[in-house]
Each structure stands twice: as structure tokens, then as C-alpha cells.
């Protein structure tokens, strides 16, 4: 493997919040976390809500002070002003000044950027264009756009400046399956383009299509690290979902018996077997009682099973 530029170095990060009257208590939310990113990959840290991930993202930025542990970007502190020129970022909940559009919105940012004029008119419409907001809702006030349109908006100033590290903190936060769909190819194209990115999110299946490694993080301490396919191979047997219709009573009856969990108050009979009721037999059985499948869908993908996996052993064993 050629030795790559580690673009994010984190050793030992740890951040703990003060809680509890007069701030006596501590939480800690990142404990003792370490990993690298190297140039040029998709690095997903995933998790649950509260798992420690945007805590993460603002002790990279510099946004808050850690704890203990170091935090290196680009191999300068992040808080550089070179470091700070190659960053791109998205906020969770980016605070977007509502008054103004999206264009003035990203010409104003150009400014502070240090973007020429031209430059900036040139990159706010090939960004706008880019994330799919006709000019129809560019040229509206911020307030007046739908979530998902906002973080179209928040995408497209993360890419302003045409950084090399993009870190975006659930980038498909918002964003119906379409619109996930999309940044997904987004996110491969900047790839493409040569950027690094470090996303966070709680949507694992997600991640797992497009992220060449990813760190899964718990309770602020991390569980595993690797690709998706060296942690949770895709082959693994899981419980699926099947869609059927013309099932009769004695066929929903059968698939009980065997461990499927049936819900026949439709038309459409939605059936869930377990891994351990095999779903590949389950369907067959449907088609030979005479009933019609619609759709077959994977309930979790290999990585959330391996990161559920990966929760239990660690909540078993003592810290
Ligand atoms: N400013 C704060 N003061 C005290 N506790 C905090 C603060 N910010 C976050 N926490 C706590 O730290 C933990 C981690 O929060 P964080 O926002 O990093 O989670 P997350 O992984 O980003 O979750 P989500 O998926 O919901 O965005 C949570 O238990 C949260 O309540
Ligand atoms: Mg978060």
C-alpha cells in the first residue's frame, strides 16, 4: 500500500463536559479516541444519537478544547490559518443568516474567503447547480427554504472555497432517500475531485455504501475501525423484510411457525424473518403457497449488524 498523507491525526482525544448543578459533574462524551485519515478517502465516523460525534467534529475544528489528547490536521494544529484556508465544513445545525438567499449567502462567504468577484459569482452558480437548487430557491430568503433545501445551501458553502478537507457533520441529516442518494454521489465525485472527507453520521447504512473506512464509535469510545468490507463482510445472513400480497391465512400461519414475525392487517402482508428463519426460504414458501412478492430488503445492513455486535460484546466486558 502506498504510504498516503495522514490528512487527520487523532491520538488520544478525550472531552469531558461539566454537567449537574454549579458544573460539578462530568460527562464525558469522547473518551480516549485515536484514529488517522488519509488523503484522499471517505472516512465515516458513525454511531448512535449521543454516541460522541459532533463533539468529535468540534474538538477536530478546534471549535472547543479537549480534554486531553491531540488533535493534528494537514500535520499543523487545526487552529492554523493555513489549516483553516484547505477546510471545508458543515455544521449538524448550520445558524444561516435568514434574511439572505442563497446567493448572497454564498457571495457573502466568497467574501470572506478572499474570493474575487467573478470567482465568486463563477462558484456559486456551478455549486448551486452542483447540489440540485434551481435558481427559483436561490433567490428566495434562507427562511423560506425546506430543510432539505438548507442543507443543500450548507453543502454548497462547505465546497465554497474549493477545499482539500471537507468535514461534514451528518451531511444526510434532513434529507429524504432521494436527496441521501444524491449526496452520496456527491460525496464520491469530491472524492474523485481529489478532497478528503470526513463525515460524521448516525445512518450506518449510508455510510457503509460510500465510506472507504469508518470508525464506530459508542459512548464516546470507539468500537472498531477498518472498510466496511474488512469489518462486516456483505455475504453475512441477516433478517430481511418481504412484501407480499395474496397470502392466505394458512400461509401467514406457517411463516409464524417458522420465526417470521407477520403482519397481514392489509393487503400487503409485511413479513420480517429473522436471520436464524432465513429469509431466501421464506420467499420461497410465499411463492409456492401462491403468493406474490413485491420487494425483498435487508432490515440491517452488514455494518449496523456488526456495529450491534460490536455494542453488546462491549457493553458484556468491563471497561
Ligand atoms: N455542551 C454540552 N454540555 C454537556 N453535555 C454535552 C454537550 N454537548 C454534547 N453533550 C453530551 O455529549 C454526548 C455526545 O453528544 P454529541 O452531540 O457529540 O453526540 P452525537 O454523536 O453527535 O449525537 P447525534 O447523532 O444526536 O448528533 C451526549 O450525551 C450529549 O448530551
Ligand atoms: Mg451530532
Given amino acids: 500500500m502506498s504510504a498516503r498523507l495522514a490528512v487527520i491525526v487523532v491520538e488520544n482525544l478525550t472531552k469531558d463536559y461539566a454537567s449537574g448543578w454549579l458544573g460539578h459533574r462530568r460527562h464525558r462524551a469522547v473518551d480516549h479516541l485515536t484514529l488517522e485519515v488519509q488523503e484522499g478517502e471517505i472516512f465515516g465516523l458513525l454511531g448512535p444519537n449521543g454516541a460522541g460525534k459532533t463533539t468529535t ?10 480534554t486531553a489528547g491531540t488533535v493534528r490536521l494537514f500535520g499543523r494544529s487545526p487552529e492554523d490559518p ?25 457571495d457573502y ?4 474567503c478572499g474570493l474575487s468577484r467573478s470567482d465568486r459569482l463563477a462558484r456559486a452558480a456551478a455549486l448551486l447547480h452542483q447540489v440540485g437548487l434551481p435558481a427559483s430557491v436561490a433567490d428566495r430568503p434562507l427562511r423560506q427554504l425546506s430543510r432539505g433545501e438548507l442543507a443543500r445551501v450548507g453543502l454548497a458553502q462547505a465546497l465554497l472555497h474549493d477545499p482539500k478537507l471537507l468535514i461534514l457533520d451528518d451531511p444526510f441529516g434532513g434529507l429524504d432517500p432521494e436527496g441521501r442518494r444524491q449526496v452520496r454521489d456527491w460525496l464520491l465525485r469530491w472524492r474523485e475531485e481529489g478532497r478528503t472527507i470526513f463525515l460524521s453520521t448516525p445512518l ?17 469510545r470507539l468500537l472498531a475501525c477498518g472498510s466496511p468490507a474488512e469489518l462486516a463482510p456483505p455475504t453475512a445472513r441477516g433478517a430481511v423484510e418481504i412484501l407480499a400480497r395474496d397470502l392466505t391465512p394458512q400461509t401467514c400461519e406457517s411463516l409464524r411457525a417458522r420465526g417470521c414475525d407477520v403482519r397481514a392487517d392489509r393487503a400487503l402482508v409485511r413479513v420480517c424473518a429473522p436471520a436464524s428463519a432465513n429469509g431466501w426460504e421464506a420467499v420461497d414458501f410465499i411463492r409456492r403457497s401462491g403468493g406474490c412478492v413485491i420487494a425483498v430488503n435487508p432490515i ?13 460484546a462491549s457493553e458484556a466486558s468491563p471497561a
Fill in 300 to 312: 440491517r445492513s452488514s455494518l449496523e449488524r456488526f456495529f450491534e455486535d460490536a455494542v453488546t
Fill in 82 to 106: 493555513v489549516v483553516r484556508a484547505q477546510l471545508g465544513f458543515l455544521p449538524e445545525h448550520p445558524y444561516l443568516p435568514e434574511a439572505l438567499t442563497a446567493c448572497e449567502l454564498l
Fill in 109 to 112: 462567504f466568497g467574501q470572506l
Fill in 57 to 66: 467534529v468540534k474538538l477536530l475544528l478546534r471549535l472547543i478544547r479537549p
Fill in 204 to 220: 450506518i447504512a449510508e455510510a457503509e455504501i460510500i465510506c472507504d473506512r469508518v470508525a464506530l464509535l459508542h459512548r464516546g
